[in-house]
């Protein structure tokens, strides 16, 4: 959702934010000084393929918009997405006050992971950075490993782990013909949220009869005799 209502509020990509101290919160962050200075484009990437939550702050700051104005758009742009069971506090995801739904987030991935800005962005294994600082190049590395599995395709992902919620995913995948939304809350770890997803896909893939309705939807009917599903 932070990505989406920077799109909304794009500065201009080259435009250069430098990380303040108010930036910093726990968990996952681009470790780097105070005052680092990052282009629009680049806080972008790292926060959506490394998961950085200071760059996430940044990148919301760099609209113009106040936190409390951008939070505001972020929980008014979830209403009208129909997102009714979900309340944003801040922008990076760490504050467990954050809440939402499986369902709420199918809703959120179709349109974040679908966007044509930043669909490339959440399928890229990994982002190559250069710090104006120190003169040092530094490569921020995505947490899906899906996306170097031989047995699914990931069109795009975003993962999150959190203390109170655990290991959480929304992905959506392929296998050449039909393409799948999977959202999974409370795994154990990342590597148990990417087993799951791929469980999930195959099942659907193997247990459902396809019919196509038109060139955009295909509807889903339980075949006669379904497989157990592994999770």
């Given at each position: 959702m932070t990505a989406l209502v920077v799109l909304e509020h794009n500065p201009g990509?080259?435009?250069?934010?430098?990380?303040?101290?108010?930036?910093?919160?726990?968990?996952?962050?681009?470790?780097?000084?105070?005052?680092?200075?990052?282009?629009?484009?680049?806080?972008?990437?790292?926060?959506?393929?490394?998961?950085?939550?200071?760059?996430?702050?940044?990148?919301?700051?760099?609209?113009?918009?106040?936190?409390?104005?951008?939070?505001?758009?972020?929980?008014?742009?979830?209403?009208?997405?129909?997102?009714?069971?979900?309340?944003?506090?801040?922008?990076?995801?760490?504050?467990?006050?954050?809440?939402?739904?499986?369902?709420?987030?199918?809703?959120?991935?179709?349109?974040?992971?679908?966007?044509?800005?930043?669909?490339?962005?959440?399928?890229?294994?990994?982002y190559r950075w250069y710090n104006r600082n120190t003169k040092q190049h530094h490569t921020i590395k995505n947490t899906d490993t899906l996306l170097s599995a031989s047995t699914i395709t990931v069109l795009a992902g975003k993962t999150g782990l959190l203390d109170e919620s655990k290991a959480n995913v929304a992905m959506r995948v392929s296998n050449g013909k039909h393409p799948l939304s999977i959202v999974v809350f409370g795994a154990q770890t990342l590597g148990n949220v990417f087993s799951i997803v791929e469980h999930a896909a195959q099942w659907t893939w193997e247990a459902f009869q396809w019919k196509p309705q038109s060139a955009r939807a295909v509807t889903t009917k339980p075949a006669a005799r379904q497989k157990k599903t592994p999770y």
């Open positions: 990509w080259n435009k250069i934010i430098r990380l303040q101290k108010a930036d910093e919160v726990e968990g996952a962050r681009l470790r780097v000084a105070t005052g680092t200075p990052l282009t629009v484009r680049e806080a972008l990437n790292i926060t959506l393929i490394g998961s950085a939550n200071n760059t996430a702050n940044a990148i919301a700051r760099s609209t113009g918009l106040t936190r409390k104005q951008f939070v505001a758009r972020m929980n008014a742009k979830a209403k009208k997405m129909g997102m009714n069971n979900t309340v944003f506090v801040e922008p990076s995801g760490i504050d467990p006050a954050n809440v939402s739904t499986a369902h709420d987030v199918a809703i959120l991935a179709k349109a974040a992971l679908g966007n044509a800005t930043l669909q490339p962005i959440f399928r890229t294994k990994q």
